[in-house]
């Protein structure tokens, strides 16, 4: 998901030299050190950063903690590019008014929100810039009439099963969520399939990754 939302970024603001990244619900750090070392392989040291400031946003303090360690380490960050960790709800969390941000993304984030309405709302309305855009990949389950995907509709026991097997943890797979994010942007991609569970390659529990613009 991070590698395509990076390509969409370069190809939707090519000739913006100072783009802005958020990652909602960033937890340790891990998606953006992932992305950084893909970049930097990929593109080379020496290359311009596709992103010169990344948020790394999330509520709790102990994972905080962890991103903090990990970006303070040496050549943890790439040299034009400043990685900020940010202990806050990301339904309140604004940017300085002098930043304008390019990327939001969520990595199973999203489900863990009480509610998919506050963060989404947020996003759109007070984080990203115009023509910014939103990109999430979470787990989910379709409704019995979804329109999206009919090849991965769920059966009635899958979609049972998995609600009630995430509810333990107060993670939501309802559906209503993944198409308020297709209502609130404008889809510029999007793919369903399914992860293999525990290692067990019959057991699959349904996913999607969506790249939207505000």
């Not at 802005?20 to 992932?34: C, K, L, P, Q, S």
């Not at 209502?183 to 790249?211: C, D, E, H, L």
């Amino acid at each position: 998901m991070l590698e395509r939302a990076c390509e969409t970024v370069l190809s939707e603001f090519p000739n913006e030299s100072e783009r802005v990244w958020v990652d909602m619900g960033g937890g340790t750090g891990y998606n953006i050190a992932h992305l950084l070392q893909y970049l930097e392989k990929t593109r080379g040291s020496a290359a311009k950063p596709v992103f010169t400031k990344i948020y790394c946003v999330d509520l709790s303090s102990s994972l905080c903690a962890v991103a903090k360690e990990r970006f303070a380490k040496p050549d943890a960050v790439p040299r034009g590019v400043s990685v900020e960790v940010v202990c806050v709800d990301g339904c309140v969390w604004k940017p300085p008014p002098n930043v304008k941000v390019h990327l939001v993304t969520m990595s199973y984030s999203l489900s863990m929100f009480e509610s998919p309405y506050p963060p989404v709302d947020h996003i759109s309305s007070n984080i990203l810039k115009k023509g910014g855009l939103f990109s999430i990949v979470d787990f989910y389950t379709s409704s019995s009439t979804s329109a999206t995907d009919k090849q991965l509709l769920t059966t009635w026991f899958l979609r049972h099963f998995w609600q009630s097997w995430f509810d333990v943890d107060g993670i939501s797979l309802a559906p209503e969520r993944r198409k308020y994010v297709e209502f609130k942007f404008k889809q510029i991609s999007a793919t369903s399939a399914r992860n293999i569970w525990m290692g067990i390659p019959f057991v699959r529990i349904p996913y999607y990754i969506f790249i939207g613009r505000v």
